[in-house]
């Protein structure tokens, strides 16, 4: 297995605070909130770079792939910091990579990846990724 990516491998971060109904009952973290984690930190840096409204932007980005590698466990009471980098921007699609970070580790304890594809919101049909929403991923790239 390769090894655990470092924070320096990302771009931008997003805190996260861990909450009782994360724990599963093994007592960590489930693994469909770390998705939910680095969903939130995408959608919360489309929306912080002017290029998602989540009500009425014409061109939205849909989710074809995910996956997921879980190297170490997280567990509320934890801090947690989502770590965001582009890997790949296509015609239509993106792949974001985001990891998370426990307060303080310099390794991610979870890395994860979204393929987006970009379409038309009426439509559903694939559109290319806007200008706009280019040069935002580029920031991360």
């Known amino acids: 297995m390769s090894q655990p990516s470092r924070r320096a ?3 931008a971060f997003y805190p996260i605070v861990t909450r009782w109904s994360d724990n599963d009952p093994y007592g960590h973290v489930n693994n469909t909130v770390y998705y939910a984690w680095f ?4 959608n919360r840096y489309l929306i912080e770079a002017g290029v998602l409204d989540i009500a009425a ?3 939205i980005g849909i989710v074809a792939e995910t996956g997921c590698r879980y190297r170490a466990s997280i567990s509320y009471p934890d801090d947690v910091a989502i770590g965001l980098r582009v890997a790949r921007i296509g015609t239509s699609s ?3 990579e985001a990891a998370a970070f426990r307060a303080g580790a310099e ?7 979204f393929v987006h594809v970009y379409v038309d919101r009426a ?3 694939p559109v290319p990724i806007p200008q706009a929403v280019r040069a935002a991923l580029e920031q991360l790239a």
Do not use: L, N
């Not at 969903?39 to 995408?42: G, Q």
């Not at 390794?107 to 990846?113: L, R, S, V």
């Open 9 to 11: 491998d990302y771009r």
């Open 94 to 96: 993106v792949r974001w």
């Open 39 to 42: 969903d939130t930190a995408v």
């Open 107 to 113: 390794t991610a304890a979870a890395e994860g990846h």
């Open 57 to 59: 932007s014409p061109t």
């Open 123 to 125: 439509t559903m049909r």
